[in-house]
């Protein structure tokens, strides 16, 4: 949520914008009599960030795409800040939320899993602030409902914090590798092979056998199983099921002592 202190917006604006369905649209207080909505600027706004990245964002361009003079998009959204406020609850509400069953186990997987496919659908997210969350309607709904797999597990309530924030923290890591790669793919000249084929005599001079023993042994054998140096997608799954070993040696750890 975007703080007046910080320089990030105006926090009673944003909450009405995000809530604007329950509070009401708010009415724009200057510029032409409106042409447009909230949800058509913040839809052009995810269109330029998936198609360009967020840092193209701009007012202007918001602008240009609705066919509004530039101060227009003002009277919509008061700033960036709260535009990507906007931005990250639209998003955050996209996929539905699956009904939460079986072992606890598939449960997280299924909090990791909806996390991962919200960042490889917008990759620009892994570059927003998450230090202060986005208190919209979307994300509190994930949020309660995450919060809802491990309910009835007697942790605390602060450890249910910890944890659902500790799963869905780890997925940003593997989903930055995995949208990387997919980047490279896409505008690289070469594939991987080609590449590898390419600069396997020199890296055979390099990489002496006496100096890198154990990396030497550990690369082959990772680039055998992937046919690629890494595959971002099953180090994600490896990462998460080491995650999930811990939280369920934690939760057992934590019902022995009650």
């Known amino acids: ?25 708010p009415v724009g207080s200057r510029g032409p009599k409106q042409r447009t909505s909230v949800d058509a600027v913040v839809d052009v706004a995810i269109r330029l960030a998936d198609d360009e990245g967020i840092e193209t964002i701009s007012m202007r ?48 997987e299924q909090v990791a899993r909806l996390a991962w496919n919200e960042y490889v659908r917008h990759p620009w997210l892994l570059s927003i602030d998450t230090s202060r969350p986005q208190l919209g309607p979307n994300v509190a709904d994930r949020w309660e409902w995450s919060l809802r797999a491990i309910e009835g597990l007697g942790l605390s309530d602060l450890d249910m914090d910890r944890v659902i924030t500790l799963v869905v923290g780890y997925v940003s890591g593997p989903a ?52 690629a140096p890494a595959d971002p ?26």
């Open 1 to 25: 949520m975007s703080t007046a202190s910080d320089g990030r917006g105006e926090p009673d604006r944003t909450l009405r914008l995000l809530w604007r369905e329950r509070l009401g649209e």
């Open 61 to 108: 361009r918001i602008a240009e795409r609705l066919g509004l003079k530039p101060m227009s998009v003002y009277t919509y959204v008061p700033g960036k800040a709260e535009l990507i406020d906007l931005m990250v609850d639209r998003v955050a509400g996209e996929q539905p939320l699956p009904e939460l069953g079986g072992t606890l186990r598939e449960r997280l």
């Open 176 to 227: 930055r590798s995995h949208v990387d790669a997919e980047r490279l793919r896409r505008t690289a000249t070469e594939t991987d092979d080609e590449w590898w084929e390419r600069n396997a005599p020199l890296l055979v001079q390099i990489m002496d056998p006496a100096r890198f023993p154990i990396s030497g042994r550990v690369g082959q054998a990772a680039g055998a199983d992937d046919g």
């Open 233 to 258: 997608e099953q180090a994600f799954w490896f990462g998460l099921g080491r995650v999930i070993d811990g939280i369920e040696a934690y939760v057992a750890a934590a019902a022995s002592v009650r």
